[in-house]
């Protein structure tokens, strides 16, 4: 009996120990300030300082080493020529007035634990945002993980989309009993009917013309590729 009892106080000091190790809710001056410095830097800084700012807080790049010559971004590692074209299509809408940032709100977190990774903390995130002259207010969760040796944050902005495998490697424990939210625009998936109405106004704005069949039909491919992602990971059924 004592034996047991002993083992119980062991266990209560050792939760008590584990939750104030979690940081998560005293560091959301930190999490708004990253978003804040993201909305800056793209919409007044350049491709430069964007590389460099995703370089030092997005999560994935702790993993490009496992995958040369490529970058995560959107749901996919793509080479990184690709990439580097992918921002700076972005950057130039971002930049114009075709673009404003509204305002952002993180809610409180509806996960925080330590894991293999460091802490990780699961914060609910809400943008509103006007892309050629109408208002998407998006939701989804962003994934916020800290080093247990550094206390440094990095983010990950959790889509839907992701690939199973993928987000095993980022996250190899990540608890099943915890659900994401995947991204919203609207009331609507974004990275599906959000991505067609941004992507073609972008593109007719870029280059000034009418999209070809070709472009279209690439647009809708990739459509098509979302909804089924999101079919795997338990949305849009």
Known sequence: MKKIF????????????YAQDLLCESSYPEFNQYITDSHK???????KQLNKFYEDHAYSRLFKSKHPNHTYHGGDWMENKEYQLTLQFQQATTKSDKY?????????????FISTVGEVCVVPWTSEDKFFDKTYISQTDLIFVRNLN???????????????????????????????????????????NQVYEIST??????FKSELSPAVVEEINN?????????KVNGFNE
């Open 201 to 206: 106004n972008m593109l007719k704005f870029l």
């Open 41 to 47: 830097i793209s919409k007044y800084g350049d491709i």
């Open 150 to 192: 550094s206390n440094q944050w990095r983010n990950f902005v959790y889509l839907g989309i992701e690939k199973p495998e993928d987000f095993k490697e980022f996250f190899p424990d990540f608890p099943k009993s915890i659900k994401l939210s995947a991204a919203t625009a609207n009331g609507q998936y974004a990275t599906t």
């Open 100 to 112: 404003q940032h509204i305002k952002f709100n993180l809610q409180p977190p509806k996960a925080n």
């Open 222 to 230: 990739t459509i098509k590729d979302a909804e089924e992602r999101l």
């Open 6 to 17: 002993t083992i119980c106080i062991g266990l209560t000091l050792h939760n008590i120990s």
